[in-house]
DNA sequence: AGCACGCCGACT
DNA sequence: GTCGGCGTGCTC
């Protein structure tokens, strides 16, 4: 036999190419050692070395030998993640079209990234020692410490390391070296884990409902089971997450849950560790590298049962997945809306295909693409209709603006209704989704509105920082004394923000404690704990937010809820404006009257008789739902038609569209099959100084519309000038901005 | 993307 | 004379 030529190796790179780079292995380095899913440091172009990752191997390549260089060094000692999972990143590259070299780049831990060890410090762990025979050496009565030594750990049977002994057992060495010599304990050195056991203690019994829906879905664990948990907000799906959850670390398998925002992952910190025995950890944007580079080898290792996080944490390869669950699945944030576009709920379900596991969306509000399959028994759909607690549901009460005065922002209704609160020390929550002080600076004069010079938009006027700011591309300006058109001093501040009607409310309420939280106020960490201690300890009176106050959060003393501007979605452009606007008013409304309490929804609008608006209130989310998704069919969108949008930007006003209109003509021997809208301008039609422009693709079969992808993007990478503007390819598109 | 090469304008 | 502007092209 003679031996065998060293193998070319296929690296992925994170480049935009839809390509991978063969480069020759060590002579000395045999195959096994080499296998898809190791990084590798190769040279690459002019840069010195370049971190990759092996996706294949081959005898043979398209590139001539001598252009093929060697790879530096191997960096991992066995692959990042296993076939299965490199199989599904595979899949998600080939169904969003976007490079894999990026992708799964994008999808690890910044420390991985940048060619970090991916291993987990080592500690010297000591544990109780299996006995050969039942007989296990006795421990002297009188010897008291070493006996306490032995219940501690009879309790940690998975180890307790030499960190957790010394805050848990003083002196510890002495009694410990005892119990070795007798033979009754071992330690070994084992990858430190932050991810420590806790003792839960509380218990809880489900209502009927909630044990119908845990025995459900206990029912069908060993298949990849899709579970639609439509519950409205104080039915209590935790409890039922929790329960489920348990259940499956309790079988040594991990559960991963997903939260749509970083704000709510100390709220279900909290109950886990009250209710589960498990060992948890977090994936979210507030760690360090280091933190989340922990966090993922651990659930990677299987030293973690419990993997909470907020949309990127789904990428996280699991030892044993017993569960996937998204909780608000309808959230827009699962969806990530820059570079690579994918939707987090999305790849929970492609996950437990894999995994053949079961994944549960939970939502009180669920998105129409999910009441959809349940339609088509793609899903099951358990209903959870009580609140807990028996608290009743929020009253409804719409205020027409059109008969008020439209300088004033509160309604007479809604101040008394806030007064009466006031007086029975209850809490209101005002729902505004516009931070900062007045969106509009206008001239009285002459009509000139302060725009932003980049997007051509109206700059929002922040009253505390005193400047104005654009709510799309973050610029900032102090603002101007006069009129730079007419030169005359009499600017108007046109219109209302959080910032804003937190001092309409000082001013009528002076007495009352008022909080305002939005992404102004709660940038700083631990803020948003902090005001949450605040709310739930009774000191707010009034809160005043945007729609970080409208998602999962639980605060019993609220009686009542004000929408001030329930307008915006009814007439929008963007077809899903309607679906949203019922979502977050639905979300907002859950607030109000959560425990024994009976809540009062007061909702101001100019449109009291709109037929959206009608059928919401009258009757309630599902009806509503239903009225949108027969919408949806008759003109055939989305759940009944699939989408994907191809944007293009540039500085140069002309170059976008020229782009797309030579796309469209590379589409054309397809263009039967599929349905060409634009290209026309983005909503927001420029931004930072750049022309967008948009091209939408669609088509009733999902399987054409990916067909006819594959090759576009193909095309589109190499026209010459798609390297001058930017452009990308939005499959599932969630927004058209 | 990231980097170098390359060909035209205002500076010590 | 050169420093540097960013257009163009390539990366195994």
């Given at each position: 036999m003679t031996r065998r030529s060293s193998p070319i190796l296929q690296v992925a790179l994170p480049v935009p190419l839809r390509r991978h780079f063969d480069y020759l292995a060590h002579e000395d380095m045999p195959e096994k050692f080499l296998q898809p899913g190791m990084r590798v440091l190769v040279p690459f172009g002019k840069s010195t070395q370049q971190t990759g990752i092996v996706i294949g191997a081959s005898s043979t390549s398209n590139v001539a030998m001598h252009k093929l260089k060697r790879i530096i060094k191997v960096i991992d000692h066995q692959p990042l993640f296993d076939p299965a999972h490199f199989e599904l990143l595979r899949w998600t590259s080939e169904y969003y079209h976007y490079p894999l070299g990026e992708l799964l780049f994008s999808t690890l831990p910044v420390a991985l990234r940048n060619g970090k060890a991916a291993e987990l410090p080592s500690v010297v762990v000591w544990k109780i020692r299996v006995p050969l025979n039942d007989q296990r050496p006795a421990i002297p009565v009188r010897a008291r410490k070493q006996q306490a030594l032995f219940d501690l750990m009879q309790l940690n049977a998975c180890g307790l390391s030499e960190q957790e002994l010394t805050s848990n057992f003083a002196n510890w060495r002495g009694p410990m070296q005892a119990l070795l010599e007798r033979g009754l304990v071992e330690s070994q050195s084992r990858p430190a884990s932050t991810a420590a056991n806790n003792h839960a203690a509380i218990k809880v019994t489900l209502n009927e409902e909630q044990q119908h829906a845990f025995d459900v879905i206990r029912s069908d664990l060993s298949s990849a089971k899709r579970f639609l948990?439509?519950?409205?907000?104080?039915?209590?799906k935790t409890e039922i997450y929790l329960e489920v959850i348990n259940h499956i670390v309790r079988q040594g398998k991990q559960a991963m849950l997903l939260v749509p925002e970083i704000g709510l992952t100390p709220h279900f910190i909290a109950r886990i560790r009250e209710r589960i025995n498990a060992r948890l950890v977090v994936l979210h944007s507030g760690l360090s590298d280091s933190e989340r580079l922990q966090s993922w080898l651990e659930a990677r290792e299987g030293c973690a049962d419990v993997i909470l996080g907020t949309r990127s944490a789904v990428w996280t390869p699991l030892k044993a997945p017993g569960i996937f669950i998204v909780d608000e699945e309808h959230d827009p944030s699962y969806k990530q809306q820059e570079s690579f576009r994918y939707s987090a709920r999305d790849i929970a379900i492609l996950r437990s295909n894999y995994a053949n596991v079961p994944v549960i969306l939970g939502s009180a509000t669920p998105s129409l693409e999910s009441l959809h399959n349940v339609d088509l028994d793609k899903y099951k759909r358990i209903v959870v209709s009580g609140r807990v607690d028996n608290a009743v549901l929020p009253d409804y009460h719409v205020i027409d603006m059109r008969t008020r005065k439209a300088s004033n922002p509160l309604s007479e209704p809604l101040i008394i209704a806030i007064r009466k609160v006031l007086e029975q020390k209850k809490q209101t929550l005002l729902f505004l989704n516009r931070r900062g002080y007045s969106p509009v600076l206008m001239c009285?004069?002459?009509?000139w509105v302060n725009t932003c010079s980049r997007c051509n938009l109206p700059l929002t006027y922040h009253k505390q920082r005193n400047l104005q700011i654009c709510?799309?591309?973050?610029s900032q300006a102090r603002p101007a004394p006069?009129?730079?058109?007419?030169?005359?001093?009499?600017l108007l501040q046109i219109g209302y923000g959080t910032e804003r009607i937190t001092e309409v409310l000082a001013d009528l309420f002076p007495a009352a404690t008022i909080l305002r939280i939005d992404r102004d106020t709660t940038r700083r960490k631990g803020s948003m704990e902090n005001f949450v201690d605040r709310i739930n300890s009774g000191e707010a009176d009034i809160l005043v937010g945007t729609q970080m106050l409208a998602k999962g959060h639980h605060f019993p003393d609220i009686t009542l809820v004000g929408i001030i501007d329930a307008d915006r979605g009814l007439y929008s452009a963007d077809f899903r404006a309607s679906e949203r606007m019922a979502q977050l008013i639905t979300q907002v409304s859950g607030?109000?009257?959560?425990?024994?309490d009976p809540g009062m929804v007061m909702i101001q609008t100019h449109f009291p008789a709109h037929p959206l608006l009608t059928t919401l209130l009258q009757h309630d989310y599902h009806t509503f739902a239903r009225l949108l998704l027969q919408e949806r069919k008759s003109v055939n969108l989305p759940p009944y038609s699939y989408m994907a949008l191809l944007r293009a930007e540039s500085f140069e006003q002309n170059m976008p569209v020229t782009f797309l209109h030579t796309a469209v003509t590379l589409l054309n021997n397809q263009t039967t099959e599929l349905e060409i809208s634009g290209p026309f301008p983005a909503p927001i039609e420029k931004r930072s100084g750049k022309y967008r422009f948009q091209l939408l693709l669609q088509s009733d079969n999902r399987m054409r519309l990916q067909k006819a992808l594959l090759a576009w993007v193909y095309d589109l990478e190499h026209l010459p000038l798609g390297k001058k503007i930017r452009w990308s390819l939005d499959v599932d598109p969630q927004e058209m901005l």
């Open positions: 948990l439509d519950g409205i907000t104080g039915s209590g009285h004069h002459c009509g709510h799309h591309c973050g006069a009129c730079p058109e007419c030169h005359k001093a009499e607030r109000a009257g959560r425990a024994k």
